[in-house]
């Protein structure tokens, strides 16, 4: 088991670009979450999928997409990068059935610099 | 969502007791609370939670008010791998809110 497995694990951005953070999870898990932490700082939600086919702004969204593109994968895209994006991205994912611990499982972070 | 409050630091000496406190005053009946801890700049991992009884794991024991509105995480032998940033978090859904949380450091 691999459990949430995020790509790529670095990336240099210029302004303006655009770029999609990939993240998997194999534990067949409903709920999917996209994070992001700035230095010092704990982390805020960016968008969540309660389960395929949906998913739901969280704390910060402005600037990004996201898709579920089936029940192991969720992505997170960037259509034009500004400085303020630069980051460490978290994925992760959570069983999230009625009765269960909703524990989430991080992925290992994807680090974004946007230039 | 209930807001939580934690001290920005502690220290420990290895070996010994870490006690890491959190206040949430203002939590609602049916939201837990979760502890979750970073190790340098890894994924946050998963600690233990609850709802109103103290709960005990292989990793730590939570210790929960009876008013609800505070909370203890007992690590009962910290050893320097235990040094992390310790977030407290209360949460009912999937919007889980983190805050600064405590830097722990554990010292030979």
């Known amino acids: 088991n691999a459990g949430v497995t995020q790509t790529p694990k670095f990336q240099v951005l210029k302004t303006g670009q655009s770029m999609t953070l990939q993240c998997a999870q194999d534990?067949?898990?409903?709920?999917m979450y996209w994070y992001r932490q700035d230095p010092g700082m704990g982390l805020r939600l960016i968008y969540y999928?309660?389960?395929?086919?949906?998913?739901d702004k969280g704390e910060v969204p402005n600037g990004y997409n996201v898709s579920r593109l089936n029940k192991r994968e969720f992505s997170l895209r960037l259509e034009s990068a500004a400085p303020s994006q630069t980051s460490v991205y978290f994925c992760?994912?959570?069983?999230?059935?009625?009765?269960?611990?909703?524990?989430?499982?991080f992925g290992a972070g994807t680090r974004l610099s946007v230039l | 969502d209930a807001k939580t409050t934690q001290p920005p630091s502690m220290d420990c000496a290895e070996g010994r007791a870490a006690n890491l406190p959190c206040n949430h005053s203002?939590?609602?009946?049916?939201?837990?609370v979760y502890w979750y801890r970073q190790i340098h700049s890894q994924g946050p991992q998963y600690i233990i939670h609850?709802?109103?009884n103290n709960e005990t794991n292989e990793m730590a024991s939570l210790i929960i008010t009876e008013d609800r509105k505070s909370s203890t995480l007992i690590l009962p032998h910290a050893t320097l791998r235990d040094t992390a940033v310790y977030y407290c978090?209360?949460?009912?859904?999937?919007?889980?809110?983190f805050g600064a949380g405590t830097r722990l450091t554990v010292k030979p």
């Open positions: 992760a994912s959570s069983e999230a059935r009625l009765g269960s611990k909703n524990i989430q499982y």
């Open positions: 534990m067949n898990h409903n709920s």
């Open positions: 999928s309660a389960s395929e086919g949906t998913t």
């Open positions: 203002t939590i609602s009946g049916n939201e837990y």
């Open positions: 609850g709802l109103k």
């Open positions: 978090i209360v949460r009912v859904n999937n919007d889980m809110r």
